[in-house]
């Protein structure tokens, strides 16, 4: 079975461009996760979706984030603007039910100049 | 609240040696899990081993364990015989078992293991 597949890999863009960060979560999992990790801040967490439905955005930086789950194998993260502090990478991860571990995909390097 | 304390930013060890990654939780839920990740220097995030706060005994996956002291809140994770190839940052992590329940991760401990 394929893992979470994150799409793109790496992205440079300039400040003020909108950046959208793409997920396909495992087949049959009913949570999706998006993480950030910096160096300074470490893994944070800043939505996840149970059944397509976000349940906790409280991590969501600024209103300049926002997430989608149209259905339930894609997911996208959509920053707009971009800021250079965005740069970081970015997680999707999934899993079934509330057990059992998380499944990452293998993130998404962005780099805002 | 839930809290992941991982004390060691860096850790070395010699090839062949054992190793412990020290974590300590703090959490007011009865029931819960904890976890590591092993996070390469490729990046992916990479699941090495669970454990439940119930479970009485301490969890093992080939050479990975966990050295689970649920009354001083800690969750070491004990590496025997390391190998090159276990150099990555390690990442504790826990979960409540109650609904709609969320991974909090600790800081990380970078692991170095020199031939």
């Known amino acids: 079975d394929a893992g979470v597949i994150q799409s793109p890999r790496h992205e440079v863009t300039e400040m003020g461009q909108e950046v959208t960060l793409r997920c396909k979560p495992i087949?049959?999992?009913?949570?999706l996760f998006w993480y950030r990790q910096t160096m300074m801040r470490g893994l944070e967490l800043l939505i996840y979706?149970?059944?397509?439905?976000?349940?906790?955005d409280s991590g969501m930086p600024e209103d300049r984030f926002s997430a989608k789950m149209p259905n339930a194998s894609f997911s996208t993260l959509k920053i707009q603007p971009s800021e250079p502090r965005d740069s970081a990478v970015y997680f999707c991860?999934?899993?079934?039910?509330?057990?059992?571990?998380?499944?990452f995909g293998e993130g998404s390097r962005l780099t805002v100049l | 609240a839930q809290k992941i304390t991982q004390t060691q930013p860096g850790m070395f060890v010699q090839e062949k040696e054992a190793v412990t990654l020290d974590c300590t939780y703090d959490?007011?839920?009865?029931?819960?899990?904890l976890f590591w990740y092993k996070q390469p220097s490729s990046g992916e995030m990479i699941f090495l081993i669970y454990?439940?706060?119930?479970?009485?005994q301490n969890a093992t996956e080939g050479r990975y364990s966990l050295n689970f002291q649920k009354a001083r809140k800690s969750a070491n994770l004990v590496i025997s015989a390391s190998q090159l190839g276990d150099s990555a940052m390690y990442f504790c992590?826990?979960?409540?078992?109650?609904?709609?329940?969320?991974?909090?991760f600790g800081k990380g401990t970078m692991l170095l293991v020199s031939p």
């Open positions: 087949s049959g999992h009913d949570y």
């Open positions: 454990q439940g706060s119930y479970d009485e």
């Open positions: 979706f149970n059944n397509n439905v976000p349940i906790d």
């Open positions: 992590a826990m979960r409540a078992d109650s609904g709609y329940s969320t991974l909090t």
């Open positions: 959490t007011s839920d009865q029931s819960y899990g």
């Open positions: 991860a999934s899993r079934y039910r509330d057990t059992g571990e998380l499944f």
